[in-house]
Every structure is written in C-alpha cells, then in structure tokens.
C-alpha cells in the first residue's frame, strides 16, 4: 500500500521568523531595546551635538546653550540615529547571526516587520522635528535617515562606499549645531574632518573583524575584495591623514599658547592614535580588531572631551 509522506515544512517568510519561546520574552525584550539602539554610542553622540554647541557659543549660559529649540534639534537627531541602527539589525539578522549571535534581537525577540515599524516611525518623528525647526534641518535630517538606509541595505556590502557613508553620516552629525546657528566658526570644520577619518577607519577594522559573517552572505567589503593586507592600507591612509591633522591643529595651538589644550590632543589623541596604527599593523585575529574597533571609539571620545577645552 502506498505510503502518505509527511509534508515538507515550509520555512518561515521573513517576517515570520520564529520568536525565541519562555515566558518573560517581553522583560528580554525591554533588557534588550537600549543594545539594539546602541545606547553608548547615541549617549556619545548627545555629549557631542553638546559641546559642539558650547564651543559655538563660547561664554553663554547653559539656558542660551541648551535651549529648547536646540534639544527638540538634538532629539531628532538621536531618533534618526536609534532607527538607523534598528534597520541596520533588520538587515543583517542573518550575518549578525554567525558575527555577534549573543546580541541579536531583531528575530529572536523583536519581529522583523515590528523593527521596521520602528524604523519608520523613529525617523518620522526625527524629521519632523527637524523640519519644524527649519526646512535646511529637515532636508539634511532626511538625507542622513535615507543613507542610514541605503547603507544598510546596500552600500555597507560594498567595498568602502559604507564606510566613506558612515564616516559622512558622522561629520554631519558634528556640523548640525553650525547648520543651525551659521557662526561660521573654522573649529567646527575640522573636529568633523577628524570625526570622518577616524570613523572610516573604524568601519574599515569592522569589515575586518567581520569577514566572516560577510563572506557567507555575498558581501564585497573592502577585506573581501582587496584582501586584509591591502584593507589595513587604506585604514593606514585614513589614520596617517588625522595624525597629520592633529599634529598641525596641536602645532598651531602651541604657536598660539594654548599649552593645556596643545597637550591634550598631543597625549590624549596623538599617542593613542601611534599606538593603535602599531596594532593595526599587526592584527591578525578576530579579537585583535574587536580591541582595534574600541580603541577607535577611546579616541574619538577623548577628542570630543578636547572641546571642553576650546
């Protein structure tokens, strides 16, 4: 007699992955929302977008500083920020799967279709807020939330276009408080050229910590195409540009007189930046450019904190 076979399973569509079982799936959830976020890096964005405004309005009270007009700039800002990150995880739940399992949320806790719900919703509220501030806000609002996607679906798997975005997204981010004041103060320029560089060079030592995870899912980052020897180049380009940069800004500060801000960025920024060309160099690990990657974010806070000094 004939046999029925069992039917083949189907495998779940995209937006139905399924959810990881138990109770308390909520609580997990809530615990996990500020890493899905990336909470570190939104509050060093908020210490950034703050002191870029004191440095534009030196001498001023904090009520002038932080006005309310100037928060409701800084809270459009963080909400583009935080749903650029969530469609960054929607994106790539399948190589953050093999690349950092131990902090997916977007699958496991959060469905794919909620995350783009809040994708949508946190970049709506981002740019309306901006647009009401001023039409120049709301259009430079909308282009960084649109190559926050683009980015996630398409440029980050291409050789060094996703990083040159970021470290664009990263530069605007430090110019937002001139876009809106229009001091036409020089400083401001070149903290954001030094954001850019030094950003590019993180999302370089990133691709570098992550080929594996990209190089299962057809991705053409920069190691993947030109090989790591050659990838550590270009970061080396990156980071000898700012170490001439901060080495002429620290010389000029010196003519200047302004011997404490002068040995800041000498000790503070140059040394570290010497040290981690020198690991660069010779990283070969994973976990070589996990140190690598945090050591671009150790530098780059202690470069903000130098505005305190201006």
């Known amino acids: 007699m004939p046999t029925s076979s069992a039917p083949t399973p189907r495998p779940p569509a995209p937006d139905e992955e399924e959810l990881l079982p138990g109770p308390g799936r909520g609580s997990r959830l809530?615990?996990?929302?500020?890493?899905?976020?990336?909470?570190?890096?939104?509050?060093?964005?908020?210490?950034?977008?703050?002191?870029?405004?004191?440095?534009?309005?030196?001498?001023?009270?904090?009520?002038?500083?932080?006005?309310?007009?100037?928060?409701?700039?800084?809270?459009?800002?963080?909400?583009?920020?935080?749903?650029?990150?969530?469609?960054n995880d929607y994106y790539d739940v399948k190589i953050d799967a093999i690349?950092?399992?131990?902090?997916?949320?977007?699958?496991?806790?959060?469905?794919?279709?909620?995350a783009m719900l809040a994708h949508l919703v946190l970049n709506g509220l981002g740019v309306g807020l901006a647009t009401l501030l001023s039409w120049r806000l709301g259009a430079v609002t909308l282009g960084a939330a649109a190559l926050l996607w683009g980015y996630s679906a398409r440029f980050k798997r291409l050789a060094l276009v996703g990083n040159v975005s970021i470290g664009l997204?990263?530069?605007?981010?430090?110019l937002l408080p001139e876009l809106q004041l229009l001091t036409g103060r020089q400083a401001v320029w070149l903290y954001a050229l030094?954001?850019?560089l030094l950003?590019?060079?993180?999302?370089?030592?990133?691709?570098?910590?992550?080929?594996?995870?990209?190089?299962?899912?057809?991705?053409?980052t920069l190691p993947l195409v030109w090989g790591v020897a050659r990838s550590k180049w270009v970061a080396g380009f990156f980071l000898a540009c700012?170490?001439?940069?901060?080495v002429g800004a620290a010389g000029q500060l010196l003519v200047w007189g302004r011997w404490l801000l002068a040995a800041w960025l000498l000790v503070l920024v140059l040394v570290p930046?010497?040290?981690?060309?020198?690991?660069?160099?010779?990283?070969?690990?994973?976990r070589h450019f996990r140190?690598?990657?945090?050591?671009?974010?150790?530098?780059?806070?202690?470069?903000?904190?130098?505005?305190l000094l201006l």
């Open 194 to 196: 030094a954001a850019f």
């Open 291 to 307: 140190q690598l990657s945090a050591g671009c974010k150790a530098i780059m806070l202690a470069g903000i904190l130098s505005m």
């Open 30 to 87: 809530a615990r996990a929302v500020p890493g899905l976020v990336r909470w570190p890096n939104l509050a060093i964005m908020l210490l950034s977008l703050v002191l870029v405004r004191m440095l534009l309005l030196p001498g001023q009270p904090l009520s002038v500083v932080l006005a309310p007009r100037y928060g409701l700039l800084v809270l459009a800002a963080l909400l583009v920020a935080a749903a650029g990150y969530i469609i």
């Open 99 to 114: 690349n950092r399992p131990d902090r997916l949320v977007v699958g496991p806790l959060l469905r794919r279709r909620h």
């Open 199 to 220: 950003t590019v060079v993180r999302e370089i030592v990133k691709d570098l910590e992550d080929m594996r995870g990209d190089a299962q899912h057809g991705c053409r």
């Open 273 to 286: 930046l010497v040290e981690l060309a020198r690991r660069l160099a010779r990283a070969d690990r994973r």
């Open 242 to 246: 700012l170490v001439l940069l901060v």
């Open 169 to 174: 997204l990263t530069a605007a981010l430090v």
